[in-house]
């Protein structure tokens, strides 16, 4: 009996997890010419249910964007979206966290510390 709750509640832990990674490897179809980021999103958010975290000041700073995809997977149409931009997204707790691309600056490389 033990060993049945002890998987029981491994399932109910790990089973929302599966539902998150499952929602972003859906599929996406989009055709848009010179459309905000922001209306990009919203289409995606629409079609996968996924949540995007993205501030106004990156998304009034973005480029617009040009995507024709069909049944492409989300993550590979965000790419596409991201491709030469200073934007990057990471994927946390099944929700997209969009953000500026690290620049690799000085700041956090050792050789650039004062002595």
Same mark, same amino acid.
């Given at each position: 009996?033990?060993?049945?709750t002890?998987?029981?509640?491994?399932?109910?832990l790990?089973?929302?997890?599966?539902?998150?990674?499952?929602?972003t490897?859906?599929l996406v179809s989009?055709?848009?010419?010179?459309q905000?980021?922001?209306?990009?999103?919203r289409?995606?958010?629409?079609?996968t249910?996924v949540? #995007?975290? =993205?501030?106004? !000041?990156?998304l009034? $700073?973005? *480029?617009?964007v040009t995507l024709?995809v @069909?049944?492409?997977?989300l993550?590979?149409?965000?790419?596409?979206?991201?491709?030469?931009?200073?934007?990057s997204?990471?994927?946390?707790?099944?929700t #997209?966290? =969009?953000?500026? !691309?690290?620049?690799? $600056?000085? *700041?956090?490389?050792?050789?650039?510390? @004062?002595n």
């Amino acid at each position: 009996m033990r060993k049945l709750t002890r998987s029981i509640t491994l399932i109910l832990l790990l089973g929302p997890l599966g539902l998150l990674a499952q929602n972003t490897r859906q599929l996406v179809s989009l055709n848009v010419k010179n459309q905000p980021l922001k209306e990009v999103f919203r289409a995606f958010q629409a079609q996968t249910g996924v949540n #995007i975290l =993205v501030t106004e !000041k990156i998304l009034s $700073g973005a *480029r617009k964007v040009t995507l024709n995809v @069909k049944d492409m997977p989300l993550e590979q149409a965000l790419d596409l979206c991201f491709k030469d931009t200073d934007l990057s997204y990471s994927i946390v707790e099944g929700t #997209i966290v =969009v953000k500026k !691309k690290d620049r690799g $600056g000085c *700041r956090t490389k050792p050789q650039c510390q @004062k002595n």
